[in-house]
Nanobody
């Protein structure tokens, strides 16, 4: 039973920063690709950032240059550093972990950015 626990969401002002943290209960975390998704009210869930086991990263165009995904396999943890936040970043953010056809999701954490 793999569980992902997220933290770090909350309120921020435009131009500010937040760091999201996701910790997995899986002790073989290193074999999983990791990602962050978000879903705003009335919109489809979208990929924000992802990182594979080789350290390769990809980002949504809307967050390039502002967000950074990283992982610490020794701690079974993935991070999302969010800088230069915009009101458009307001959404529920979800941690995702994937190994082949196995996929796990966190419960989601609310990020709200005020103008």
């Amino acid at each position: 039973q793999v569980q992902l626990v997220e933290s770090g969401g909350g309120l921020a002002q435009a131009g500010g920063s937040l760091r999201l943290t996701c910790t997995s209960s899986q002790n073989t975390f290193r074999v999983n690709a990791m990602g962050w998704f978000r879903q705003a009210p009335g919109k489809q869930r979208e990929l924000v950032a992802a990182m594979n086991t080789e350290g390769r990263r990809k980002y949504a165009d809307a967050v390039k240059g502002r967000f950074t995904i990283s992982r610490d396999n020794a701690k079974n943890t993935v991070y999302l550093q969010m800088n230069s936040l915009k009101p458009e970043d307001t959404a529920v953010y979800y941690c995702n972990s994937k190994f082949k056809r196995l996929e796990y999701w966190g419960q989601g954490t609310q990020v709200t950015v005020s103008s």
